[in-house]
């Protein structure tokens, strides 16, 4: 029974931690750049559905969708006003600027809304079940459908859209890509807005979840998304997805049965040994769409 | 290309993660964390000020954070001087100076204040910058009283064995040790909360982890059932559904959480998404918690605390003192570590009217005629009646308080 607890608790980290990584993976594959500023969009996405719920007094969808909006916008302005002047520049330089807009984002909101935390409105359901002596949130179980949700569907949208193909053509040859007719600023940009628009659900699933909204909340998820993104391989949508929900259970389970004290550590033992034994990570080689 | 891309990007995930950490220590480790304070000034400087006003300095994390506690501490000490001044008799000057609860900050604080002619210090609101700079109070015999800097590094050069203290650095909060033992005792005081328990505590932070082992070792002299001790750091400060699933599997009844407010609300959610209700019961790091932005009191409904101060108290002291906070600070209700500063300035007034401290004497004077005072005198402020010991430490009862109808109401 606690096993049982354990794991679908793990799921559910685990969903959170698998929707952030697809921001990664996906920018990734496509602009091949790690874009660290990622957890802080998410950041961003739970103060605007913060304050979309509380000052605005939005019910819960619109709020989301208000979230996204911004979150997305601020995707793409990130990636134009920042990453687009360096795309022919080396990836260090791409990646320190990453982690630049990152402090940017954390100190600015520190700015705007102050470094005290506020606390998220318990919007989702906070029902839960009993299973024997023990008990489970329905909030655990929302998070694990929604990041089941945002997977398929993007799966279909990378597989079936005209848009989608553009962009698994834009990650295997960018070059041939152009010649093809496909305009890769823009698929560069559509990927950044999806990512973004992701971070802001599932900023609103990490909330409702843990509900402390202070200025560097996305840097703690955003790292371990990462870990999960290249745990999967990083690159593969599918990867991110098995890397997150695997990252989850592992940390879950490792508090449980070994220390509480020990789970991070346990959890980047198992990336190292992953990367050693498959340097590609666990979907990363075979992948033949880089999306 | 890619996997040599991959292991640039794993180093610069290392250092970030480094960076994050440190970022979220700044960040979670506040509150009680420390202070020390010395006071006096360097005796030319002292000189100057001769006819003026007793120059009291002080730092704390004005920004960063910590910000809520320096702000609070800096604001309370403003309201206390001012008032102080306000009946003529002797006059205070402050300068409290933002160390963003950084150790280096600290010392540059410090330094600046010295250059400034600090007679008195308020020493530091959080323990690391306060165990950082109480060396250098000692070595400049400046007196100096932390309001809220709990830890015994702020006050001993060897806090693991409580021995060898400054000696001029007092303690206006309660030691971390004295809340672990009083905290044993309420509940074996107390045995209809319940006998099987629970702890959560934050095993990267000596406030939290100083408490538990103190906690510990009086739990066993008292026969209490400690059922689990879970822990969480930095980087884990946000799930706690495997160590409040243990909990309920061990059927505690209580669930002691020595920390500070922000991962307990936390910890009061989850417990209440997953249906668990045990009784919580907190240290002072809990005081903070009805004023969290956002937060759904009703959540913290029942929760016990170990505080010396509330601001509901109906004595004219209390009374005078919120009113006072709450029209300069938009309405917000003091939280213990104003309450805290508020007593420091007024213990310091009054030890300077017993002692004949004037402003024109050096800092080091002063320094040995309050320190003599301290440990003599008893005070009675917001905070109840105090007495301190030569190590520094305060002597006063925490009080027990829950919290009912999003209130604090007087425990018995």
Not at chain 1, 119 to 132: N, Y
Not at chain 2, 351 to 380: H, N, P, R, W, Y
Request: aromatic share 10%.
């Amino acid at each position: 029974m606690e096993f049982l607890s354990y794991l679908i608790n793990g799921l559910g980290l685990g969903s959170v931690y698998a929707i952030i990584a697809l921001g990664y993976t996906m920018v990734y594959g496509i602009a091949k750049m790690l874009n660290f500023a990622h957890g802080d969009v998410i950041m961003i996405g739970a103060y605007v559905a913060f304050f979309a719920l509380t000052g605005l007094g939005l019910p819960l969808i619109p709020a989301v969708l208000l979230a996204m909006l911004v979150c997305t916008a601020m995707g793409v302005i990130i990636e134009r006003l920042a990453y687009k002047p360096l795309r022919q520049a080396s990836s260090l330089a791409v990646l320190i600027t990453a982690i630049g807009v990152s402090y940017f984002l954390q100190n600015g909101a520190q700015l705007l809304w102050s470094s005290s935390t506020k606390v998220f409105p318990a919007v989702i359901s906070s029902g839960f079940f009993s299973l024997g002596s023990l008990s489970i949130s329905y909030l655990t179980l929302i998070t694990i459908a929604v990041c089941i949700l945002v997977m398929a569907g993007l799966t279909l949208f990378v597989n079936r859209t005209k848009t989608g193909s553009a962009m698994r053509a834009c990650s295997e040859d960018k070059g041939a890509a152009t010649l093809m007719g496909i305009n890769v600023n823009f698929i560069i940009s559509v990927t950044f807005a999806i990512g973004s628009g992701l971070a802001a659900i599932a900023s609103v699933l990490l909330c409702s979840t843990y509900p402390s909204v202070f200025p560097t909340l996305g840097a703690m998820p955003g790292i371990k998304a990462f870990t999960a993104a290249v745990f999967g391989g990083i690159g593969s949508i599918p990867g991110a997805f098995l890397g997150g929900l695997l990252l989850g259970v592992i940390e879950i389970l490792a508090k449980a049965y070994i220390s509480t004290q020990l789970s991070d550590a346990i959890v980047f033992a198992v990336l190292i040994v992953v990367l050693l034994i498959k340097p590609a990570g666990l979907l990363g080689r075979k992948m033949s769409e880089k999306v | 290309m890619k996997n040599g891309f991959v292991k640039k990007a794993l180093a610069v995930l290392t250092a970030a993660v480094m960076t994050a950490a440190l970022t979220a220590c700044g960040g979670a480790a506040p509150a009680p964390a420390a202070q020390t304070s010395a006071e006096a000034g360097p005796a030319a400087e002292a000189a100057e000020s001769a006819g003026g006003a007793i120059k009291i300095g002080g730092s704390g994390p004005l920004t960063g954070g910590a910000a809520v506690y320096g702000q609070a501490v800096k604001l309370a000490a403003e309201i206390a001087v001012e008032e102080i001044n306000a009946k003529g008799g002797l006059q205070f000057e402050l300068n409290f100076q933002d160390d963003a609860h950084d150790p280096e900050k600290a010392v540059t604080s410090y330094g600046v204040l010295k250059d400034w002619g600090m007679q008195v210090s308020l020493a530091t609101v959080t323990s690391a910058p306060g165990a950082a700079v109480s060396q250098m109070y000692k070595d400049d015999n400046i007196f100096g009283i932390t309001p809220s800097g709990s830890s015994l590094a702020v006050i001993y050069q060897d806090p693991d064995n409580a021995a060898n203290p400054y000696g001029n650095v007092f303690q206006m909060c309660f030691t971390d040790p004295n809340q672990g033992v009083a905290s044993a005792d309420y509940f074996a005081g107390h045995p209809d909360l319940g006998s099987k328990i629970a702890v959560i505590y934050k095993n990267d932070d000596n406030y939290s982890s100083g408490i538990f082992a103190k906690f510990k070792a009086q739990a066993e002299t008292n026969g209490l059932e400690i059922v689990y001790e879970g822990t969480f750091d930095d980087s884990n400060a946000s799930d706690f559904s495997v160590q409040l699933t243990k909990a309920q599997a061990a059927e505690a009844d209580i669930v002691y959480l020595p920390i500070y407010y922000d991962p307990a609300s936390l910890i009061l959610t989850q417990a209440n998404q997953m249906g668990y209700a045990p009784t919580f019961f907190g240290t002072d790091g809990m005081d903070g918690i009805l004023t969290l932005e956002g937060f759904d009191t009703s959540f913290a409904e029942g929760v016990y605390l170990l505080t010396p101060f509330s601001a509901d108290a109906d004595d004219d002291l209390t009374k005078n003192f919120v009113e006072s906070y709450k029209a300069r600070k938009g309405g917000e209700v003091p939280n213990q570590f104003a309450a805290d500063a508020y007593d420091c300035v007024y213990a310091i007034a009054q030890a300077c009217e017993a002692a004949g401290v004037t402003a024109d004497m050096s800092a080091s004077d002063i320094c040995d005629a309050l320190v003599k005072q301290f440990t003599s005198m008893t005070f009675a402020g917001l905070t109840g009646q105090s007495t301190w010991a030569e190590s520094g430490e305060v002597s006063k009862s925490p009080k027990a308080v829950v919290i009912k109808d999003g209130v604090y109401v007087s425990a018995d």
